[in-house]
């Protein structure tokens, strides 16, 4: 349970760069999508989220 937590934290945290870079904010007025580590930030947050219901 512990591991599978740390797995999507992880990748969540990936997607989230992952999104950063192909999508990203062009103009810089994005208040998540606008820095890279945000978006990391957000993305690890909803990993655990959805690691930790299953």
């Known amino acids: 349970m512990i591991l599978q937590m740390i ?4 990748v ?3 997607l989230g760069l992952l999104y ?13 999508t606008a ?11 909803l990993g655990f989220i959805i690691s930790s219901s299953f």
């Open 7 to 10: 797995i999507g934290t992880v």
């Open 12 to 14: 969540g945290g990936f």
């Open 35 to 45: 820095k890279p580590h945000r978006t990391a930030i957000y993305g690890a947050i």
């Open 20 to 32: 950063y870079k192909l999508v990203g904010c062009p103009n810089g007025s994005c208040p998540i």
